[in-house]
Each structure stands twice: as structure tokens, then as C-alpha cells.
């Protein structure tokens, strides 16, 4: 039983972490993607 | 110290410096696609590869996002392969010991372990496993770890390199493919038949009983020992066959082995940063990160070395010699073989914890505490060279909040090697540089208030809580190696130490890897009047001093508890 529970840890764990890509992916998304309404391609300070 | 152990000292580092220079070259014409000499030997073998795997998958170019869901698989697999070898050792071949399956908790922090790179054994070797495991479960996660770490590294690199439009960072499985078959594999094949012959056993025979002459018979344990021994250094694994590590007659045997050991340590996460300069055609960067990683390690060497040769205030008044002589050592040889002595103990200490590689040839909780500073230092601070790739990886956050902050005095533009370093970069480097000590403070104290974790420590007062520090520090750097004096042979340290390793090991690697898609599909800003050079001299002591400010910042209170405390205490006499 403990053996299933543990392996089942462990593809849990890695499966958070595929999350955790996704969650790093929304935050190199331009800033228009973010909901920010500055175009993406603005000039720094805009 | 004596003379010759300095000698020994700065000839073994000059060594190291001199071997990662072309080490590193070649690196880059492995991972640059160009034809090696090896190539008429291992094509045939990864065109094997490469058909087991799907021609396909192995020649499409990779987003930053494909390349780290399918390392993250591929380890996955690992693992789950690892910790199922370790469960039912008892039913596989070359098990005449009869050694029992592992229990599962043990088996799943030993798969997360060794697949991570870390090696925390929290079991001893040749009590437990059997040759089979040795070989499938232990030596080859040791290949298959490091080379993780390099690739992660290298598609870094590679968007860094690229001049921006596109996202494509390299395909995953030929930078493994070809890391494993034109670097640690023939370098691991020929360092360990040296290995052999230095004495180290390589053998599908388990033991032999000895008759000492105190007449109770001892079975001395052997195996594949030098096979495990030269990829372990190499790869910046450091799990140990025996339970003693390095420290083991069999695993260290001679002053030879013991050079050449930490020669291996050393040169891949040197190289890696030769290596970067051939990539970014900027070999003069790669010296100032270089020179960056050398300092630090020149700053925490001696500390150790001069803390251990002064021995303790205790010693000194029962009468123990403080200095060396031609005759003895000196100092404090607590937990340290008379034949390595102090010098190539502290060197080894700090190599180890520096390179984040974890295999001992000394018992690192008898030193004296500042002696322990520096191995703390290595895996707190994580990037005076690091492990494979990782460490690599630490120095460039710490590059680039680096230059951040100088461009923020200044006012100049943050740009990194040509990219504009923007907010989405600064978030991702912010989360890995908080992250570490999340991971290692956190659980810390923890344990130093249930009493599940105070149950585990063996010794009293600041020295017991180092204990505690060191093991959750040396998970989350992936290093793996132990204070000693803990038993992590419990159900919550064997859990919160596989967590904390995942947590040190994957989230740093995923963020990095989304700062590589992040900055590859930037255009290389021209470099003007106003850019923020980073490739001088007076940007190695920024850079140098922020890894140290923020160093010191993060881990200095968690340090005072523990080894600084234990300093006083020490100059009262007072011992744990």
C-alpha cells in the first residue's frame, strides 16, 4: 500500500511542477496578454 | 600549515584551472553540433539512441516551454524507474546478500535524490543495497543527473547566444544524448580503469570474510566501486557506495585518487563557464564570471583551512600540539583520516560544498565551527562554481539582479549580455533567488520546534540546530552531503528532505528555463555609450559583492545560531 502511495507522491510532485511551467509561461506573456493596455512593443515609461 | 600543504593546495586548484580551459572548449563543440574526435565512436551508438527515442522528437527545435516539459518527463520516468529497483531489489539478479526491498519512504527520498543530482543518502550503502541497485538505481542516475543539469545550463546559454526573433533554445534529447556519449561517458571509462588501478575494487563479488585476530569475523562488503567512484566526482553526484563516502579506504585509497577526485569535482562546473564564453563569443565575460566564482572560493578556503590547523581552545589546554610539525598534523584531526591530514580535508570540505558534489573524505561535523562556515557558504550561496549547470545558473541570477540594481544607481539601461533585463526577467530571478532560502530556513525551524525534528539530533545546544541547518542546506543545494550526527532516517526528515531537494532542485531550473524564453526572442540591443558594461573588472567586485550582501542578508542570522555561536562557546571551552 505504502509502495503505490509513494510512487503516487512522486508523480504527483512532478506534476506540479509541469504547473509550475505553466504558471512561469503567464509570466514572460507580454504585458498586453497580462491584461496590462499598454501595447507591447511601448517604449519604456509609457 | 606547513608549506607543503599549501603547495598541495594551490597546485591542486592551478591544476583544475588549467584542465577546465580546454575542457570547456570542447564543451562547446559537443553542444555547438561540431564534429569531436569521438564522433566516429558514438554516432552509431546515438543513432540507436535517437531511433529508441523517435527521430522526430529528437531533431525538432524546442520552445523553452517543450524542452522543460520533457526533461521534467524524462526525469520523472527516472525516478519512478529508481525508486521501483529500490522497492523490489529483493526479487532483481545480483542480490547474494539477500539484502530486503527498501522501505518505500527511504526509496522514494533516495529516487528523488540521486535523480536530482543531490545524493543524500539517508541509508547506508553497502548495508542496504544490493550490486544491482548500486549499478541501476545509484550509478546511473549519476550520468543521467548531471547531464540534466548541463543541458538545463546550456539551452540557457543558447538564448542568451541568439540574436532574437525566434524560440527555439536546442532540442532536449540531442543535448543529452550528446553530453552523456562525447563527455561522461568516455571520460567516466577511462578515469575509472585508472581508479582500478589505484587500487579501488570493480567486482560482481559482494564480500569477503576477514578473521582479525580479535577472532569475531568481519565481512567487508566490495562491488563496483570505481565505476560509481569516477562518474560520483564527475558529475557532481557524491552519493557514496560505502556509507563512510570518500573517507572509505576502498573509495579513496591513495593520495592519487584523492587528487584526481577533487580534480573531477572541479572541472566540469569550470568548464561549463569556459564554455559559456565560446557560446556568446565572449570569452572575456566568461573570465570576469570566472574570476567572479574563483574569489569566492578563494575568500572561504582559507577559513576552514586556518579554522581546522587552529584546532580549539580545549584541545590546546590538554595538551594536543596546535601546530604542525614534520611529524604530525596539528590542529584538529577530529573525524579526519591521518592520511589526508587537514589540507587535503578542508580543500576537499570545500570543493565538495563549493561544487556542490557532497561526497566527504572527512566527517564534516568534527570540525572545528568556523571550519563548517565555508561548507555552508558553498551550498547557501550555491554558485562558487555549483554543481553542474546549476551553480552555473545561480551566478547569472545573481549576474542579473546584479545588474539590475547597478543600472538602477546609475541610470542606465539593465541589459544582460545584449538582452534588456525587464520585469518579467526580474520576477523570475526574484523567485529563484528567494526560493533557496525558503527551502532551507523554513524547515529549519520547523524542526527545531516539534519534536519530531529535535528527536533526530544527536548532539546539544547551536551545534545540534548545525545539524539541522546543514541537512536541510544541503539538500535544497542539491549537494547531498551530511553533518553527521543527525539520523535523517525518520519519517519526517526523509519526507521533508525529498521535499525540500524537489523544491531546491526543479523550481530554479523551470524559472531559469523561462527566463531562456523569456530573453531568446529578444533582439540584441547595440551596445552604446550608455550601456552598463559587464564585462569589466569593476563589474566582477559588483557582482562579487552582491552575491555577498545578499548572502549575507539571507543566511548570516541563520549562521549565528549555529556555527558563530558555537565559536564563543568554543573559546570557553565549552564543546558539543
Known amino acids: 500500500m505504502l509502495i503505490v502511495l509513494m510512487l503516487i507522491l512522486l508523480l504527483g510532485s512532478f506534476l506540479a511542477l509541469g504547473g509550475l511551467v505553466h504558471f512561469s509561461e503567464n509570466l514572460i506573456q507580454p504585458p498586453s496578454a497580462l491584461g496590462d493596455d499598454r501595447p507591447a512593443d511601448a517604449p519604456d515609461g509609457a | 600549515m606547513t608549506l607543503q600543504s599549501w603547495l598541495q593546495i594551490v597546485v591542486t586548484l592551478l591544476i583544475g584551472a588549467l584542465i577546465s580551459v580546454p575542457v570547456g572548449r570542447y564543451l562547446a563543440w559537443v553542444v555547438t553540433d561540431r564534429k569531436t574526435f569521438l564522433d566516429r565512436l558514438f554516432d552509431p551508438l546515438d543513432r540507436v539512441i535517437y531511433l529508441a527515442i523517435g527521430h522526430r522528437i529528437c531533431s525538432e527545435k524546442m520552445t ?121 561517458m568516455p571520460a567516466a571509462f577511462v578515469l575509472g580503469v585508472l581508479l582500478i588501478q589505484q587500487g579501488e575494487p570493480q567486482t560482481l563479488q559482494t564480500a569477503v570474510v576477514a578473521h582479525p585476530i580479535q577472532g569475531t569475523a568481519q565481512t567487508i562488503v566490495m562491488g563496483p566501486v570505481a565505476s560509481m567512484e569516477t562518474i560520483k566526482h564527475l558529475g557532481t553526484n557524491g552519493g557514496g557506495f560505502c556509507n563512510a563516502n570518500a573517507a572509505h579506504p576502498f573509495e579513496n585509497p591513495t593520495p592519487i585518487t584523492n587528487l584526481v577526485q577533487t580534480l573531477l569535482m572541479i572541472v566540469l562546473p569550470a568548464s561549463i563557464v569556459v564554455c559559456f564564453g565560446e557560446m556568446i563569443s565572449d570569452r572575456r565575460q566568461a573570465w570576469i564570471l570566472y574570476g567572479v566564482m574563483g574569489a569566492l572560493l578563494l575568500i572561504f578556503l582559507p577559513v576552514t583551512l586556518l579554522s581546522e590547523q587552529s584546532g580549539t581552545p580545549a584541545l590546546a589546554k590538554v595538551g594536543v600540539e596546535i601546530a604542525a610539525t614534520q611529524g604530525q598534523p596539528g590542529g584538529n584531526m577530529e573525524g579526519k583520516e591521518v592520511r589526508f591530514g587537514i589540507a587535503e580535508s578542508g580543500l576537499f570540505a570545500t570543493v565538495t560544498t563549493a561544487f556542490t558534489t557532497g561526497s566527504v573524505n572527512a566527517m564534516h561535523d568534527s570540525f572545528t565551527p568556523l571550519g563548517a562556515v565555508s561548507p555552508f557558504a558553498g551550498m547557501m550561496l550555491q554558485c562558487i562554481y555549483g554543481g553542474k549547470g546549476v551553480g552555473f545558473l545561480a551566478a547569472l541570477v545573481y549576474g542579473i539582479i546584479a545588474v539590475f540594481v547597478a543600472g538602477l544607481m546609475v541610470g542606465r539601461t539593465p541589459e544582460f549580455l545584449g538582452k534588456k533585463i525587464e520585469r518579467p526577467e526580474i520576477v523570475l530571478v526574484s523567485l529563484t533567488l528567494l526560493i533557496h532560502p525558503l527551502v532551507i530556513l523554513a524547515p529549519t525551524g520547523w524542526s527545531m520546534v516539534m519534536s519530531y525534528g529535535l528527536a533526530s539530533i544527536a548532539n546539544g545546544w547551536a551545534h545540534g540546530y548545525s545539524e539541522v541547518l546543514y541537512a536541510f542546506a544541503s539538500s535544497a543545494a542539491n549537494n547531498g552531503s551530511a553533518f553527521a550526527g543527525l539520523n535523517a532516517a525518520t519519517r519526517w526528515y526523509e519526507l521533508a528532505t525529498a521535499f525540500v531537494i524537489l523544491m531546491g532542485r526543479y523550481p530554479p531550473i523551470i524559472f531559469m528555463m523561462a527566463l531562456a524564453g523569456s530573453v531568446v526572442a529578444k533582439p540584441v540591443t547595440p551596445m552604446t555609450s550608455g550601456t552598463l558594461r559587464t ?13 555577498l550582501v545578499v548572502g549575507a542578508l539571507t543566511f548570516l542570522p541563520a549562521l549565528l545560531l549555529g556555527p558563530v555561536a558555537e565559536f564563543f562557546a568554543m573559546q570557553r571551552q565549552l564543546l558539543f
Do not use: C
Request: aromatic letters at 18%; hydrophobic letters at 50%; glycine letters at 8%.
Open chain 2, 64 to 184: 523553452w516551454k517543450t524542452y522543460t516539459l520533457h526533461m521534467l518527463m524524462t526525469n520523472l520516468v527516472m525516478a519512478a524507474i529508481i525508486y521501483l529497483i529500490l522497492v523490489f531489489q529483493d526479487y532483481l539478479p545480483l542480490n547474494p546478500l539477500h539484502f530486503p526491498g527498501m522501505e518505500p519512504l527511504l526509496a522514494f527520498n533516495t529516487a528523488i535524490s540521486f535523480i536530482t543530482n543531490t545524493d543524500w543518502q539517508a541509508y547506508g550503502g553497502e548495508t542496504t543495497l544490493s550490486n544491482f541497485s548500486q549499478m541501476a538505481a545509484i550509478t546511473f542516475p549519476m550520468f543521467s543527473s548531471a547531464t540534466t543539469g548541463f543541458v538545463a545550463a546550456i539551452a540557457f546559454i543558447r538564448a542568451f547566444s541568439r540574436s532574437g526573433g525566434g524560440t527555439d533554445i536546442g532540442n532536449f534529447y540531442r543535448d543529452f544524448v550528446r553530453f552523456t556519449t562525447r563527455v561522461l
Open chain 2, 535 to 547: 564585462d569589466t573588472w569593476l563589474f566582477a567586485g559588483f557582482w562579487l559583492g552582491v552575491i
